[in-house]
């Protein structure tokens, strides 16, 4: 079974369990639309055409992901007049996956809601390694994806784990520069008494 659905000013052939690109459409990943403006419903040779939209025909979508598609350029020049503009362009768009076909006037079926499994950094235990001087949120993300929690796993560090983190997280010296092992033994003390 497929259909041409309407979103955005342009029309979509789909089918169940097809991915598309659209622009961007409200929601958060895991949600789940409809598409109401179906313009055609087939299934083999069997055709509904609508007219507009074909009556009680919708197509359930699950939302994947909001992204931006890549830049465009936009360069105008007059020659000899001294003139050019440049402009850049991205696009938002939505990444859906077709979950259903429906037809009749039915309704989609609630999505099951996914729970996450507790990240470790959500575990007790953890320190607030943005208490070190230059580690902000972004770098505390990327420390707790390296599998470091604590002050004491810091404060541990020898010249080898230094280079080896420094490298693999891109810290340029950081480490070093900012004195994060000694920084940490004082805070893992500190946490202790």
Same mark, same amino acid.
């Given at each position: &079974?497929?259909?041409?659905?309407?979103?955005g000013g342009k $029309?979509?052939? /789909?089918? @169940?369990?097809?991915?598309?690109?659209?622009?961007?459409?409200?929601?958060?990943?895991?949600?789940?639309?409809?598409?109401?403006?179906?313009? &055609?419903?087939?299934?083999? #040779?069997?055709?509904?055409?609508?007219?507009?939209?074909?009556?009680g025909a919708s197509?359930?979508? +699950?939302?994947?992901? $909001? &992204? *931006?598609? !890549?830049?465009?350029i936009i360069f105008? @020049?007059? *020659? *000899? $007049?001294?003139?050019?503009?440049?402009?850049?362009?991205?696009?938002?768009?939505?990444?859906?996956?077709?979950?259903?076909? =429906?037809?009749?006037?039915?309704?989609?079926?609630?999505?099951? @809601?996914?729970?996450? #499994? %507790?990240?470790?950094?959500?575990?007790?235990?953890?320190?607030?390694? !943005? @208490?070190?001087?230059? /580690?902000? %949120? #972004? =770098?505390? !993300?990327? =420390?707790?994806?390296?599998?470091?929690?604590?002050?004491? $796993?810091?404060?541990?560090?020898?010249? +080898? +784990?230094? #280079?080896?983190?420094?490298?693999? =997280?891109?810290? !340029?010296?950081?480490?070093?520069? +900012?004195?994060?092992?000694?920084?940490?033994?004082?805070?893992?003390?500190?946490?202790?008494?």
């Amino acid at each position: &079974m497929y259909a041409v659905v309407k979103t955005g000013g342009k $029309q979509y052939r /789909v089918s @169940k369990d097809d991915i598309l690109r659209v622009e961007r459409l409200p929601g958060e990943a895991g949600d789940v639309i409809t598409l109401d403006d179906v313009l &055609m419903v087939g299934e083999g #040779a069997d055709v509904t055409v609508g007219a507009p939209n074909v009556d009680g025909a919708s197509v359930a979508v +699950e939302i994947v992901e $909001q &992204m *931006r598609d !890549k830049k465009i350029i936009i360069f105008k @020049k007059r *020659r *000899r $007049q001294n003139y050019r503009r440049k402009k850049g362009h991205r696009q938002h768009l939505t990444v859906l996956k077709v979950t259903d076909i =429906l037809t009749g006037g039915a309704k989609p079926k609630p999505a099951a @809601k996914k729970t996450e #499994a %507790p990240k470790a950094t959500d575990a007790a235990g953890a320190d607030d390694l !943005k @208490k070190l001087t230059g /580690v902000g %949120p #972004a =770098l505390e !993300k990327k =420390l707790q994806e390296a599998g470091v929690t604590s002050f004491a $796993q810091i404060a541990a560090w020898g010249p +080898e +784990e230094i #280079a080896e983190f420094d490298e693999k =997280l891109a810290f !340029k010296g950081r480490i070093e520069r +900012e004195g994060w092992v000694e920084q940490a033994k004082e805070l893992a003390k500190g946490g202790k008494e």
